[in-house]
């Protein structure tokens, strides 16, 4: 295909397109004659924050309909958007994790095939497959994201990039303000941990509050209005998660959003799906191994749909049997004897783990170096094991018996490190997309001198995950930010 133009404009330095962002500044636009408020191109700088998650039971089967377990987990996403003057028509992508940096001229890009009435889709849309159409619209202006880069680096970036134009050119308007879109990560990517939907929940909720369609978060906002603002971030969400790996079944994004732990369950994709949130997850003690070796979740899901094709009455089995362990898992993690704390509450759980690997594994979605993770628990007696997300590589998650010593545990992470694993330490049941407007945080500052202003400079040298914790996240050392706002959607 010969190449097209597109007028694509790539920037340098990061400072000169922060040379002239104005603060609660006025723009003296013309207004489109809409009901809702367009944006100021002055708007403050603000962020948005989305967590990663575990699947605890149901990966895949999830997919083709049937229930899964899944709980956000505290590694999180952080999205600076700030806005540009007036005179500056572009709007760019910083993805520093993933070495991405591109602009686009705003004007360049195909507005008209969105907002065409016969495709136009508003913010509160339930919107369950792409078009092809404006697939295809937005396709010339990836050609040139990362173009000297190998084919597999662009890949990323490319999923990435479609992602943010795809829920751009859907939600936003060809009015609106020049922008930096700035995002870091502390979460590992394509270690099956919810990185794509965490930054596509980031992005749904940053455009969506650019075009003034979500109110608060703020304390007394009444619980229904809470949950009508996630269940439009987390649908649009899905979207964007649609963009980064074609067949998502959308428990990801879900859990994301709205954070704590989910039961999920999409039989018809034309419908939203039904989600029963577990306000009470427990607390379970669970070890999270990264394999290090790479996977595609696009690969996967695909693997178990040809699988399907192949042998429709043998996958289908193996499915229903995942989806009888998830809602057994369901139950009895909900039962009112359910003691996180005791051997037989956590053995009953385990067990049904150990089944749902071998279930995936049976899908043909494990990895060597994920078994090789549960014949090490297994031979050191302290849990149960299985890999969780996707799989061919990425996480697994141990589930540990009460009182295993600690000389036991430093043992097996020992051989795990000599092994090239990772360990991690994470919280399950954690806030999901939060809100820090403006993006001031008081970092031990004195309540009179109003906090430290994150700008895009600070943002990006804030020194690996620490430092980007530190500086901006949701936790500070002494507890919870109260700087970042959460939709409350608990009765
Ligand atoms: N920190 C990040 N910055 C930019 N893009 C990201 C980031 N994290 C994830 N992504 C996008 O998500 C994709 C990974 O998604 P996926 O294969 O589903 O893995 P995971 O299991 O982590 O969700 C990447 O290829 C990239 O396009
Ligand atoms: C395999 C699947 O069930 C989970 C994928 O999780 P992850 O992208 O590996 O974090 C796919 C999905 O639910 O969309």
Redesign the pocket.
Known sequence: MPPRTNGHVRVGGITEDLEDIHLNGTNGRKRMPSKRKLSSPMMPAFMVSAPAKVILFGEHAVVHGKAAIAASISLR?YLLVTALSKSKRTVSLR?P??N?SHTWNLDDLPWGAFSHPSRKKRYYDLVTELDPELIDAIEPHLENVSERAPEDIR???R??AS?FLYLLLSLGHQQLPGCLYT???T?????????????AVCLAAALLKQIHTLSGPHEDQPPDEARLNIERINRWAFVGEMC??GNPSGV?NTVSTQGKAVVFQRTDYSKPPRVEPLWNFPELPLLLVNTKQA????AEVAKVAALKREHPEITESILAAIDTVSKSAAELIGHEDFDSEELASLEKVGKLMTINHGLLVALGVSHPRLDRIRELVDHEGIGWTKLT??GGG?CAITLLKPGVSHERLKSLEKILDDEGYEKFEATLGCDGIGVLEPAVIRNGIEDDQGGEEIDQEKFLNADGIEGVEELVGVHGQDGPREAWKFWRVED
């Open positions: 996403s993805f994790d993933i991405l890949r990323v970036h999923n990435s992602c995002l870091r990560s979460i590992p990517i394509g270690a099956g941990l919810g990185s794509s939907a965490s930054i980064i790996h990801d996977k595609s979740t696009m997300g996707a990425g």
